[in-house]
């Protein structure tokens, strides 16, 4: 079956250093999602990657899908106190192919 | 506020009782999913629907769980004779797309089973 993992599974940065989190499958994904999770809230999207190699940028944030589209990677820059939270990517598969599952997830914390 | 709302935002009931959790997604919106999170972990799969149509059920869930989406728009997630390990955070999520679009969720409702 389709496997993915999310890692590290934590974090723990000072402030304006660089952070990354990566997700890696064993089959070839048709798209996938980033998602940030707050400490107490829901997940708020982030974006969504379709395109083999694709790479988006938001603000310090970039996105990328692999080549092969296996993999992907979610990459700040200069991290601040703001971006505390747990980092999600999510992936589509199940027998109806609509089923959409959470990676394990990244803890990051950042040190003023 | 036209977000996804889930009712109630807090449940606390004892071991053996059933309970029911509501969703109302956004307007529109043609699936809606349900996920359940655990302090620490990432939110399970539970269950999808399209419109009325229950696609996909996580087995995760034992008979106990059962989900309903009668009219295409909220959906109820019911839980039948409750048990500890049942307690968690009960997230429900809505797309507009039907090709695997953004995830919109709502608040959640927290369960704790005494």
């Known amino acids: 079956g389709q496997q993915v993992m999310q890692i590290p599974q934590y974090q723990h940065v000072q402030e304006g250093e660089d952070f990354t989190t990566y997700c890696n499958s064993s089959?070839?994904?048709?798209?996938i999602q980033w998602y940030k999770q707050r400490p107490g809230g829901h997940p708020v999207f982030l974006i969504q990657?379709?395109?083999?190699?694709e790479v988006k940028k938001q603000k310090r944030l970039t996105f990328q899908f692999g080549e092969a589209k296996k993999n992907s990677s979610l990459h700040i820059t200069a991290t601040q106190t703001t971006d505390v939270g747990t980092y999600f990517c999510i992936y589509a598969g199940g027998t109806s192919y609509g089923k959409l599952t959470f990676g394990q997830g990244t803890i990051l914390t950042v040190h003023p | 506020d036209t977000g996804v709302s889930q009712d109630p935002r807090h449940k606390i009931t004892k071991r053996g009782q059933n309970v029911t959790f509501r969703c109302d997604p956004i307007s529109e919106h043609n699936r809606l999913y349900w996920y359940r999170q655990t302090l620490g972990q990432g939110p399970e799969f539970l269950t999808y629907f399209q419109n009325e149509a229950q696609l996909e059920k996580s087995r995760l869930l034992s008979d106990r769980f059962s989900a309903e989406r009668p009219k295409g728009s909220f959906s109820t997630l019911e839980i039948q004779r409750t048990e500890q390990g049942d307690s968690a955070m009960y997230l429900c999520a809505s797309s507009r797309r039907n090709d695997l679009g953004e995830l919109f969720f709502g608040e959640g409702s927290r369960l704790t089973v005494l």
């Open positions: 089959t070839t994904l048709s798209n």
């Open positions: 990657l379709v395109k083999s190699g």
